[in-house]
Each structure stands twice: as C-alpha cells, then as structure tokens.
C-alpha cells in the first residue's frame, strides 16, 4: 500500500519544489516609462529570448525553466492569433492572454506530479499611459495586477525593494533603464557589472503603429548604459543636502547672516542714539555757563562711577569697582 499524503502537504511540496527552481534563476522586471513599457533581464544567451512579443501590443517575460516557458510562449501565441481571427484584433486583450495562462498553470500544478517552475509577464501597452497593463502570472495559477513596475524571478523580494526606491511616474527611456540596471544589481542578485554585460532588453513604444514591439541591441543598448553611469556618476559628485556638509555650511550661513544683522541693528541703534542725545545734533548758541546740576529726583545719565566715599558699600562690588584705597 502506498503511504497517504494529505492533499495540502501534497501541494505545500509542489509549492516549495517550484518555488526553489525560481529561486536559482535571475530576476527580471518590467516597468513603466513615459513612452510605453521596458523589459530587462539578465540572459548571457543570445539565441535563448526571456522577452518576446505574443500579439500586437502584447509582450511576454518568463523566468525559470526554459523549456517550460517556451511552451507557454506558443501556445500563448497560437491563442492570441485564433482569438484575433475569429474574432477582431482588438478583442486580444493582456487580460485574456493573462486569464488563459493562468488556467493553464493552475490544471498543471493540480493535477500534475510536477509543477512547472515559471514565473510570467504578460504586459500590455495602451494609448494613454493609463490603459498600460501588467499581469503576473505564478507557478500555481495566481494573477496579479502589477501597477508601474514589477519583479519577478530570483531574488523578486529584493529587487522588487530597490526598484520602489529609484521608480517613478513619467521617467524617461534612460531613467528608467538606470532604474532597472540599479535594481537587478541589488544584494542576492548579482554584482552590477555583471548584470550589465549580459542583458535581453526590450520595450513597447506606446507611439510606433501596429506592432510596438522592439527589442534594444547593440549601439542602443551600450548608449543606455553610458547614460546610466553618467547619470551615476553626475549623481555621485553633486553633494547631497542632507548631508552633514551640507548642514554644517548653512548652520554656518545662517550664523553669519544673523551676525551681520545683529551688527547692522546695532550700529542703527548708535547712531539714532547719537542723533537723538549728541549736543552737536542741538541747534542753539554754545555758552560759557556750566549747565545745571541735575536734579536729585532724576536719575544720573552717565556711566556708573563706583558708590561715594563714604557710603558702607564701599569695595563691596556693588555698582562699580572701588575707587581706591582710604587715604
């Protein structure tokens, strides 16, 4: 009698079986740019394509097994091309390749003893950056709808990570290349100079007619990467503001202004006073006569002299120093 296997233990082995097969391939991703949507990922094989064009509009990334992946590519390709002739040619949606795949994935890892070891992207793009779309297929079925950028394959987890740092909406061709280059070379993934060297990069042009679809070869491929490593360099030597340089140079800043603001508030004040208290700044005859004495309710207007002669605080510090020794 063969040993029983409850049917969630059964599933949990498929589950980490395929799950480890990804895992020792390299991640790949796909995001969006201005003019439509990229593709990049790590392939030393020039004759082997991770990116390919299903219909249209419509492009497919995979990751894991070769031979599995390649299977679904045709067959996506071969429904696509019936669905269109059979009906119209707008009806081949990425939601539709997206749902197909997904059956087709889930009967396998149900009913099958082994689970295929792919991970899917099925991207579309629209005439409006709004009408983009980008579906995520797993090893079991699942589809999720992945809005801007996604990561898929490998190290997904920290690639995925670094990409949401440098992504945003409405980057240019090159930007979003830096992007991608950046995040394929996160920790667990591989070194950058690596991934650099082995590229498959592709993109769909929201602006080309009929099929957008176009792979990035050669020249094209090395200018990217000249523009990644001088936006990277650029990004480098400019001195960062929230650097501790850079704080300590405005604390010093604001420190001189406040200086040279205190200094000029208290020069006006000088001269206002000099203005408002100098004889010079009386107009009226000089005289010979002594002014008179103040009188003993109004308080003296010059500088402490020190206490009298005979007063008992005399030498005690209080309002002046001591006016010498007794005599």
Not at 250 to 259: C, E, F, G
Request: aromatic share 6%.
């Amino acid at each position: 009698m063969p040993f029983y296997v409850s049917p969630e233990q059964a599933m949990r082995d498929k589950a980490d079986y395929a799950r480890k097969g990804i895992a020792r391939g390299r991640s790949c991703v796909a995001l969006q740019y201005a003019g439509g949507i990229l593709m990049v990922a790590p392939n030393p094989s020039s004759a082997l394509h991770k990116i390919s064009e299903i219909y249209d509009r419509i492009a497919f990334a995979a990751v894991g097994r070769y031979n599995e992946y390649e299977n679904l590519r045709k067959a996506g390709v071969t429904y696509a091309d019936i669905t269109g002739y059979q009906f119209d040619r707008h009806d081949v949606t990425a939601r539709g390749i997206a749902n197909w795949y997904a059956q087709t994935l889930g009967t396998i890892f149900t009913e099958s003893n082994k689970p295929f070891e792919v991970e899917i992207v099925v991207a579309e793009v629209g005439a409006q950056p709004g009408d983009d779309q980008i579906y995520r297929i797993t090893f079991d079925g699942s589809v999720t709808d992945e809005p801007g950028f996604v990561a898929f394959g490998g190290q997904a987890d920290q690639v995925s990570a670094a990409l949401k740092e440098r992504y945003s909406e409405g980057m240019s061709l090159a930007e979003a290349f830096s992007a991608a280059l950046d995040a394929l070379a996160a920790p667990a993934n591989g070194e950058r100079n690596e991934v650099a060297t082995s590229l498959e990069v592709a993109v769909l042009e929201r602006a080309r007619e009929h099929r957008t679809f176009r792979r990035i070869r050669a020249a094209r491929l090395e200018e990217l990467i000249a523009e990644s490593r001088a936006a990277r360099s650029a990004a480098a030597d400019s001195p960062d503001a929230d650097s501790p340089d850079a704080a300590t140079s405005d604390a010093a800043a604001t420190s001189d202004a406040a200086a040279t603001s205190d200094a000029a508030a208290t020069s006006d004040a000088a001269a206002t006073s000099g203005e408002a208290g100098s004889p010079a700044s009386t107009p009226g005859p000089a005289t010979s006569a002594d002014p008179a004495p103040p009188a003993a309710s109004e308080p003296p207007t010059g500088p402490p002299t020190g206490p009298d002669a005979g007063s008992t605080d005399r030498g005690s510090g209080v309002g002046g120093p001591p006016a010498g020794p007794p005599l």
